[in-house]
Each structure stands twice: as structure tokens, then as C-alpha cells.
């Protein structure tokens, strides 16, 4: 089954600190991926997401992510973080054909000002 | 446009109550409907998911279940709430048409206490 980490759970930062959010998958064959974030008191909403094509996507607020497909990876990147980037983040999967969603557990960020 | 409905958005019940959790989609047809429970260290653990009415996979065992009596609607059931049953839920809709390469997009949650 298809199955998605997401291995840091609390990441606190500074702003202008530099992010990145790891992501793993485990599905070989190909994949579609999506980060979804969730500000406080927020519902669920896209970030950005990557079918095919160049490998590094670019996403609102900034944030830009990159697949790589021999590492099974898609982190979240972003230079300068902000304060009201604090949020929790969530990678997500899906296989080709199959509308099924796969996320991962979250990564909760704090960016202190 | 589409929009999401989710009701309602907090819920307090006693264990061994039923449930009843909504969720209706507007503004498309035949979407694929998703029931999420999300639990703070586990992110969102997908419960059952629809591509059409009467067609719902169940992903996890647990004490719920999911009906679509209608297209753009999908309920999350339980006949016997537990304690364990405790968490926010999430109903989301995708675009059949885009295949798996659609974003879901997600209603606000209700926020369930079995006590």
C-alpha cells in the first residue's frame, strides 16, 4: 500500500530562516504530488502540486518543491520564511489512475518572530 | 463555482450515541468524495472514498461507515460511538475528470468529542 513520511514533525524557525520539509513516498510507479497547508483555524487548502514535466514546481507564497524520483522525494522548499507561514504542512500522493489521496502525517511550523 | 459544505462543526456525544456527519458538494457532478480523520501525529488517515453512488471503498477497519444516497452527498455513520471514535473529520471532493491528477479540496471539519 501506498504510504507517505513525512519525518519532521515540529520544525521551529526564525523569519528569513531557510525551509525545507522532507516528504518520502513509497510507491515505484508513477505518481502524482501535492503539499497541502493548514494555517490555524484554517480549512486544508493546495500548495502546490507536480504531474509531470520539470521537476521543481513552484507553488503561492513563495514555496517551491521538487521532485526527485530516484530518492521517492518531494520536499517543500522556501528561502525566506515568514511569520504568517506558520501552519502545518501536509504531503500528499496519489498513483496514476487511481483517485485515491495519500498524506502524510504533518509537519507542524513555527516561524518565531 | 464548487463549494463544500460540512456540518456541523463541533459535536459532543456520549459513547453508544449513533452519528450522523455531513457533507454535500455544489456546483459539480459525480465527484469523488472523501471522508479524512485527522489525529495529531498520524496527519490525515483516509476512512472510505467514493467514485459514485453506491461505490465506497473503505480503507481502514474501524466502528464508522460512509453512504452516498445521493451524488453530491456523502455520510459518515456510526451505530455505536467509542471513545476512540474521538477526532476532526474532514470530507473533501475531487474532479472525476481530471483523473488522479486533480487537488482535492476540503470542507472546514467537524470537530467530534465522544465522551
Known amino acids: 500500500a501506498q504510504s507517505v513520511s513525512q519525518h519532521n514533525h515540529h520544525v521551529i524557525l526564525s523569519e528569513a530562516a531557510s525551509l525545507e520539509l522532507g516528504c518520502n513516498y513509497s510507491y515505484g510507479g508513477t505518481v502524482n504530488l501535492f503539499w497541502y497547508v493548514q494555517y490555524p483555524g484554517q480549512h486544508l487548502q493546495l500548495l502546490l502540486k507536480y504531474f509531470s514535466g520539470d521537476p521543481l514546481v513552484k507553488g503561492i507564497k513563495g514555496f517551491e518543491a521538487e521532485f526527485i524520483k530516484s530518492k521517492f522525494s518531494f520536499n517543500l522548499r522556501k528561502p525566506s520564511v515568514q511569520w504568517s507561514d506558520t501552519a502545518e504542512y501536509f504531503c500528499?500522493?496519489?498513483?496514476?489512475?487511481?483517485?485515491?489521496?495519500?498524506f502524510g502525517t504533518g509537519t507542524r511550523l513555527t516561524i518565531i518572530p | 463555482s464548487q463549494t463544500i459544505h460540512q456540518w456541523p462543526a463541533t459535536l459532543v456525544q456520549p459513547v453508544g450515541s449513533p452519528l450522523s456527519l455531513e457533507c454535500t458538494v455544489e456546483g459539480t457532478s459525480n465527484p469523488n468524495l472523501y471522508w479524512y480523520r485527522q489525529a495529531a501525529g498520524r496527519g490525515l488517515q483516509l476512512l472510505f472514498y467514493s467514485i459514485g453512488i453506491d461505490q465506497i471503498s473503505s480503507e481502514v477497519p474501524q466502528n464508522l461507515s460512509a453512504s452516498r444516497p445521493q451524488d453530491r452527498q456523502f455520510i459518515l455513520s456510526s451505530k455505536k460511538l467509542l471513545l476512540s471514535d474521538s477526532g476532526f473529520y474532514l470530507c473533501?471532493?475531487?474532479?472525476?475528470?481530471?483523473?488522479?491528477?486533480?487537488?482535492?479540496?476540503f470542507g472546514q471539519g467537524t470537530r467530534l468529542t465522544v465522551v
Open positions: 500528499a500522493v496519489s498513483e496514476f489512475g487511481n483517485e485515491k489521496l495519500t
Open positions: 473533501a471532493w475531487s474532479d472525476p475528470g481530471q483523473g488522479s491528477k486533480t487537488e482535492a479540496f
